[in-house]
């Protein structure tokens, strides 16, 4: 475990917390082994596709006049 621990620069105590909730996930996890035979299954992608387009940046331009300011 120190050796996990040292690779991911994280301290011993947070590594065996993660691994110990890692193992509780285990445990509750469903077999997917009768699943997996069945010929209409499928498998799917894990979360729905989302297209993210990335905004566009809006330059504003302000007409000031400068010289009224001072």
Do not use: H, T
Request: glycine residues 4%; charged residues 20%.
């Amino acid at each position: 475990m120190r050796v996990a621990a040292a690779a991911l620069r994280i301290s011993l105590s947070y590594c065996y917390f993660r691994f110990n909730e890692a193992k509780a996930a285990v445990i509750v996890q469903e077999n997917l082994q009768p699943i997996i035979g069945d010929v209409s299954f499928l498998p799917g992608p894990w979360r729905p596709f989302k297209l993210v387009m990335p905004e566009r940046w809006l330059q504003l331009s302000l007409d000031l006049d400068v010289g009224s300011l001072c």
